[in-house]
């Protein structure tokens, strides 16, 4: 262990700070970039990937500067990065230094899910720390958490928690997502009577053993959809002291009080994601036609959802903060 | 559908022009570096990210020549390039350009695994074309064919089949890996009576539906460990014309003759990966202690390789080529 704060202290310090749990997704976009930012940086570095990378970094870097205020992590999603190869990768990395030097926690949300040397590889770069010639050093991709699929091999999931442990940070294994439907296989019913997920559900909570925080909540955490209420409350009675990340409030139909049902009465437990309803609010309501003021649509919407957030809280009878 | 040839397709004139089923992985690890290939990186580009990415290329820029008669294809393992980050990527891309440019396909190992847009990004990225400013174009990532996680999200397979059906590419359900042992859930039985991992196997068949090449073999296919031959032989009956990808021959103890029971009894639909017992030949055999000669012993292992499988081939009545 680390001598470090674990990822889920670090988290808990921030909604302490805060007072919010939400957390805001990066997902950068090219269809949906303010046309004035297009502008600029094509002046400055051409219609080129180049361009791109610093588009995208531009956004983000407003982006974060407007919802500071009301969020403890941002969760780039790799995708809309690693779509454009290196220069994506260039606007990631820029975005995480941004954000890191700006007190915010790195939820990147990757779904990377491997064996053996190559489970190593990405919990090195993304968890750990990887070697540079003659030094180990962080890779530039450090995040302080990451998301991963956890139904191939048997030693995927605990490569990553060994990392993870060895470095103070934490991951979120993918179980129930936002999407609707779920897969069909994650539904399918075993012999024992439990899903396919719920049977993943009871692996994470025994592949999480003794990865507590000093505030007593694991780091081995879990992705469970807002648009799942039932299947929420099931998975909080199975994993009571795992972190939770929830997507699928506000762009995806879920309600923040059933956002907050991954909540713990102690008010912790679990840090709700919204992506484009927040850095796309420029697109719909007050700001609409107005791209210039993306950053400060973003700032409200933010604001908004973090006060959303907390009167869902308050109602279910445990907003502590 | 593109006017060029499917990726099945172009495997199929590959094995025939090589006469191998061989496929290489190129899975760089700083640790398996000559030394005098790091020496020569780190005196021209210091000892920085920069320097690992040169030295992942140099060192894959001298295989690829060296495997090229005995193969029809390189797999990069993504993990190994990601976890530098963009200089990581920038090997992989300069990897990539060089490979195509000597006639190999590309079959990128990066198991992605998503829904919705984000889907829609790892697919246009890895198999599709990408929006840069005003213009589409094929991202410098652009690969052959793409591995992909299959459990999640009812849409994240059917997004990858539709962008690789308009490009000519293809994709290959992660179900059976050739790590031992596979996950637990993998395993588990369903109330079908059917385990989950042949679930998914059933899934894999109608997700691919319609995405034959001319020669009649799907550009949707499956991964199915060569340390699993009873299990190939359920899943060929499963899946009569779906290619495969067969990992965990040669490094990970899987016998040239099981990793052929996944080929058809004309000689086709299975691509057979080896990648640390090529390309670190060096580290044993008739080349230890003799980094500087590690193209040379890739050359020799590779050559072994096709060899050996065209001999179970020929055991097993398949050799057709």
């Known amino acids: 262990m680390s001598d470090i704060a674990s990822f889920t202290d670090r988290l808990i310090v921030g909604i302490k700070e805060k007072k919010s749990i939400l957390i805001v997704g990066l997902d950068p976009q090219f269809r949906f970039m303010p046309p004035h930012l297009v502008e600029k940086v094509s002046s400055e570095y051409g219609k080129t990937l180049e361009g791109i990378g610093h588009l995208f970094f531009e956004f983000n870097k407003e982006i974060i500067d407007a919802v500071l205020p009301f969020t403890t992590a941002v969760k780039p999603q790799m995708a809309f990065y690693e779509m454009y190869g290196m220069w994506g990768l260039w606007a990631f990395e820029q975005t995480v230094a941004y954000a890191k030097s700006k007190g915010l926690l790195i939820i ?11 489970a190593n590889a990405y919990a090195s770069g993304y968890l750990g720390t ?25 030693d995927c999931v605990p490569r990553f928690v060994k990392i993870a442990k060895e470095n103070g940070t934490g991951i979120f294994v993918v179980d129930k997502t936002s999407f609707k439907p779920n897969s069909s296989i994650e539904q399918l019913k075993t012999q024992s009577g439990l899903t396919v997920w719920q049977e993943l559900a009871t692996l994470i909570q025994s592949w999480g053993e003794g990865s507590e925080g000093k505030a007593g909540y694991r780091n081995v955490g879990v992705v469970m959809g807002a648009t799942y209420p039932e299947d929420a409350t099931w998975m909080r009675k199975t994993l009571p002291n795992s972190w939770f990340l929830v997507p699928g409030y506000g762009g995806q139909g879920g309600s923040a009080d059933e956002a907050v049902i991954s909540v713990n009465s102690d008010g912790f437990g679990a840090s709700v994601s919204s992506s484009r309803a927040i850095i796309y609010a420029y697109r719909e309501g007050p700001y609409k036609n107005k791209p210039e003021q993306f950053a400060l649509a973003a700032a409200s919407a933010a604001e908004f959802s973090k006060k959303e957030l907390n009167a869902a809280l308050e109602r279910a009878g445990k907003l502590t903060f």
């Open 108 to 118: 990147t949300d990757a779904k990377r899910g491997d064996g053996s040397d190559t």
């Open 130 to 154: 990887i070697p540079v010639f003659e030094e180990t050093v962080a890779s530039p991709i450090q995040s302080d958490a990451l998301t991963i699929h956890g139904y191939i091999a048997e």
